[in-house]
């Protein structure tokens, strides 16, 4: 019952640009008097829907359900911003998850154009993960470092530039990898 | 006979870095893996060397003209301390991912104690050992020697054993054929003397000397000999420390400078500088010196250095730069090559109580200490001697090292966007990547 008084004051607000008045919520949900009108009003404060301002007129809140604005900080409430915030992650957490194997380099040479990685960027690398099929890896090739995606056919691996212009590797020994690349940085 | 009848009573782990700054620049350089490489470019002698320079013949502390003639292709490069402490904070880290009691003993060694951890971990003391090794070594990119035992004394005897790359494993019961091979003066914390004395007493080894009884130690050596008698025995006398650092015996500061100076003026304003390093420092853990010496190195590593006391503790390097100003004469020596200045703050106490003394200096040393609260917070934002005396300026104002010499650690030099020459961010590089 509740959610059809809300859907017809919702219908009002967005019909007239404004919340209705009590006389307008009585003929408008077809009460039979403005006591049972302030009831409800006070059912829909608790639920957060609406709130009154001093002269007791109707403010909208959360018409459209739920869903907070951050930073909507209510008077006499506890701020909810902490509590909000404690789902939140700083740059560095995002960025990187084994602190203690991350590593980063920066990229010369445009053999990962195709991939993004452009000249000058700053790669992000974890040393404590084992590269799979796919993975963007930073391999030791004639005692160099280089950055190539990793690919296996059959049993053998190789490594694939993301740029045309640049020859597939095909170790003649055994293959190198010295880290996987997590994340990509560029600071403008 | 066995020393010890129960395995591991305890169980300690002793874990070394295998040349620790040289394996870190071989570590982001993979060109230079399996070559001669030294460090300590910057201070013109060899601060640490890999295995390969060391088969050449090259030695910690040997002057680096020396090296270059007996091992002509060696790599020689500038001490990275920013790159080594990094990797260092990791290296502890990785080990108290098994267990919270790790004591940070130096840069490239830490102590931890791993007793009663084979059931939570799931894990033998031998398959921790192994795993927290295995781990190092691949999330560092080089290797790590490791000791296990049931005291400090003994880890120390395991890390050594078999380097680079080893993990040795001394139970209890087998310490008697690990100490039968090691000699006396080998053993950590017995000293050129008391190991000439054993000698004389016909103890080689270090069994000889655990195989002895209380008595004949307790009524010939001393106490920390007693201590090190029970370690080698399998009883934990040594306990793990966990805290971190929080204060000081004492806080020194020395430098090299090359070209190697004549001139007063500036030998003087790198002790300045080095002063007033030395007490950011005094000020970051909240302690004030009393006692104060202070030295200089001549070109011909002659050392000459004076101590004076303070009628006050303090942490201003004002204060502590007019005295050495005072005495800097009786030993500095006209017409001498100087190398090197340092000094030494001691009889550290904590800073809070500042007493009334009669003539009120507490009022203007309040003052002083206000102003170098920002002068710390200025460093904090832009670097370290962001703002500093008049009397360092030379120090400060000239590059350490002159000449062709590449001193400063390329990763000063090769910065990101937004990073600066004082600011970068606090992530290993391992170099460029094509």
Known sequence: ?188 | MPLNLHSFPNAILHIDGDCFFASCEVARRPELRGKAVVTGLERGIVSSLTYEAKARGVKRAMSLQEVKRICPDVVLLPSDYEAYSLYSMRMFNIVRRFTPDVEEYSIDECFADISGLQRPLNMSYEKIAQKIKETLDSELGFTFSVGLAPTKVLAKVGSKWNKPSGLTIIPGRDIHLFLSKLEVDKIWGIGPQTSAYLNKCGIRTALDFAEKDFEWVRSRLTKPHHEIWEELRGNMVYKIDPNKKSSYQSISKTKTFTPPSKEREYVFSQLSKNTESACIKLRRYNLATKKIFFFLKTQDFLFKGFEFKLMRATDNPIEIIKMIDKYFASVFLEDRLFRATGIVLMDLAENNCRQADLFNEVVTAEKISKIFGSVDGMAKRYGKHTLFLGSSFSAINKSQHAGDRKTVADRKENLFKGETYRKRLAIPFLGGVS
């Not at chain 1, 302030?38 to 609406?50: A, G, Q, T």
């Not at chain 1, 809140?61 to 209510?74: D, I, M, P, T």
């Not at chain 1, 701020?79 to 700083?90: G, K, N, V, Y």
């Open chain 1, 1 to 188: 019952m509740l959610e059809k008084y809300k859907k017809q004051i919702v219908r009002f607000y967005q019909k007239n640009r404004r919340m209705p008045n009590y006389a307008e919520v009585m003929s408008l949900l077809e009460f039979k008097s403005k006591n049972a009108v302030f009831k409800l009003i006070n059912k829909l404060k608790e639920d957060n829907f609406l709130t009154k301002d001093e002269k007791g007129k109707l403010i909208p809140l959360h018409l459209y359900g739920e869903l907070r604005v951050l930073g909507q900080v209510e008077a006499g409430f506890p701020s909810p911003a902490e509590e909000e915030l404690a789902d939140t992650m700083s740059m560095d957490e995002y960025l990187i998850k084994n602190k203690e194997a991350t590593y980063m380099l920066k990229v010369s040479g445009e053999s990962m154009k195709d991939a993004g990685i452009m000249p000058g960027d700053m790669v992000l690398v974890d040393r404590s993960i084992t590269a799979s099929d796919g993975d963007i890896v930073i391999a030791e090739i004639d005692n160099q470092w280089t950055i190539k995606y990793l690919r296996k056919k059959g049993k053998e691996f190789y490594l694939e530039p993301a740029n045309k212009k640049f020859p597939i590797i095909y170790p003649k020994e055994e293959l190198k990898i010295a880290a996987v690349v997590k994340a990509v940085v560029r600071k403008y």
